[in-house]
């Protein structure tokens, strides 16, 4: 696998899209050995193609740019006090304040990484014809190519609006040709042609992909095809390109799925706790991950430890982190001591806003997805080993504690911190929902309710990226679009019953007996009276929080500008431009046509 991307990786640079900087430095290059585009009518070069576009998802799911794009600046979440102290230029400053400038950085992920993506698609989908394998065959690869291709496209469409489709060769057509013209004028017309490329492609993948797929990998199957293609028509209903049979589309893909779970191999898991659960990351309610394999950064495609914020490497597992390390202190005794890889690195990019604790998850006993989505506990803890260890346990005895304890504990409410501070019987911190740092107004402390769904123990240390699969669809999330898309076509009893599978689900804990959880299920049910559009996005909240999804949930529903100003007290300077990123300055400064304004997104 590895011999065989390195030959794609020949080829790609006579592929590139637009000649960014960066970029023209690789056609310079002259490699040992040249290999043609006849590599790809071989079963070898396809699916070493294939290989590569797989891998090539890696960039949109983990890295801290991608997640950024994701998660700050929205209802949920603003930056945390490490972009702060950065200073302005930070790349994480810039997406929470909204003074985002075409040279972040964080909005060069997707730019810089998917278009060539995009065309090795194109490549698959031109030669596949030519492989000598059965037709059966060929049409599988073609509709892991075509589904590709329009995930790679949504990707970009919900951050920047219009993108090429003509790559220099025509419109969805592989091009060998270095290219410095940007093809995005009229942007209404290309709109148009990007939405129809991604439907027309996840229509093919519903078609022709396996039904299932394997129980112990993420290749791809009709059950993620049906999700996306549901996900890119209801994105299309709230666009410029709206055709009015959107919404109905969008309804009739995710009830496809829905309704035919034994036969797509998918099912709800009866705990929402085990979805996100470590070693459990094939279960049946994950329709897509983006693979990665623990304690193997080679074929992760990741640095030496050290260097987590490069490339492909995963590293959301640290950056929802509050600053537990070195902070619990009693009798002079830090309580957390180091980074203890059970907790992860405190890296406090992200910071969540009141609204995650105060709206979305107001109701914190019958609905069990706030403490199956964030930590409020820590306890006692070391990296220390040998004799350093036994001399800290020591320490730890004299003050009256061992490792295990209770060491931080953030309560639901005031009343509940004054309790437990009443009748607490060792003096490990408690922080009420009032001293929770959740914007740059409140600088008393760096702790807050800490998101763990990434949570990684299997790392070689405190710093190393995860090796955990970074989930992208799941069935839960079509049961919401499904709901979205009947609300929106007037089918408000059928919302309401698809949302209440989702909640009736959410109020199960292990342990409760058949009548609490009974009683939980009937308080947990919503009627039609409850239902609309803001309703639907808090769901979204308690059922995906932290799951890079947030920005485009709002900004492709029209929904950004009212929820930020609501909820997040940092998003000072937004404004209705800002639905759209700015196209890269590097992009504009690639090309030939001395206008290049007309080119960017409005507003920057």
Known sequence: MKRAINKIICIIPMAILLAVVGCTHKLEEKPYTVFTTDYFKTEEGIRAALVSVYSGMRYNYGPIGAMGIGVVGTDEYTFGDQPFQAGSGDQMNQLGRYVITPSNGAILTPWNRNYSNINMCNAILLFADDVPVDEGTKNEIKAEAHFFRALYYLLLVQQFGAVPVDLGSGDLQFTTIANTEFYRLPTEEILVKDYQAMIDDLIFATQNLPDQRPGNAFRLSKAVALHMLSKVYLFRAYSAAAQSSDFSNAYTAAMELINNQGRYGVELLEDFGQIHRQGNDYNREILYSVERLPLDNANNETPDPGSDFAGKSNIANNLFNANYQGTIIVNGMTLIDDRPLQYGRPLRQFAPNRYIWEVAFAEKNNDSRYDNSFRRLWRVATLRTDAQLQEYISNLENIGFAIGDTALYLANSEAEATLKRNTQ???????????????????????????????????????????????????????????????????????????????????????????????????????????????????????????????????????????????????????????????????????????????????Y
């Open 425 to 603: 019987l060792k003096p490990y911190r408690i922080l009420a929902p009032s001293e929770y740092y959740n914007n740059q107004s409140n600088q008393g402390t760096h702790i807050f309710p800490n998101l763990k769904k990434y949570d990684d123990t299997i790392r070689n240390n405190f710093q190393d990226a995860s090796g955990r699969p970074f989930i992208a669809a799941k069935l839960g999330e079509t049961y919401l679009l499904a709901a979205e898309a009947a609300l929106q076509t007037g089918n408000t009893s059928e919302a309401v019953t698809l949302i209440n599978v989702i909640r009736r689900r959410a109020a199960f804990r292990p342990g409760l007996s058949a009548s609490e959880l009974a009683t939980r299920r009937t308080a947990m049910q919503v009627t039609a009276t409850d239902i609309d559009l803001d309703f639907i996005l808090n769901e979204r909240t308690r059922e995906l929080v932290g799951e890079c999804l947030r920005w485009p949930d709002l900004a492709m529903r029209g929904k950004l500008l009212e929820r930020a100003n609501q909820y997040n007290p940092d998003a000072t300077n937004i404004q209705n431009f800002h639905v759209l990123r700015p196209i890269p300055q590097g992009q504009l400064n690639s090309l030939t046509d001395p206008d290049r304004g007309k080119y960017q997104n409005p507003g």
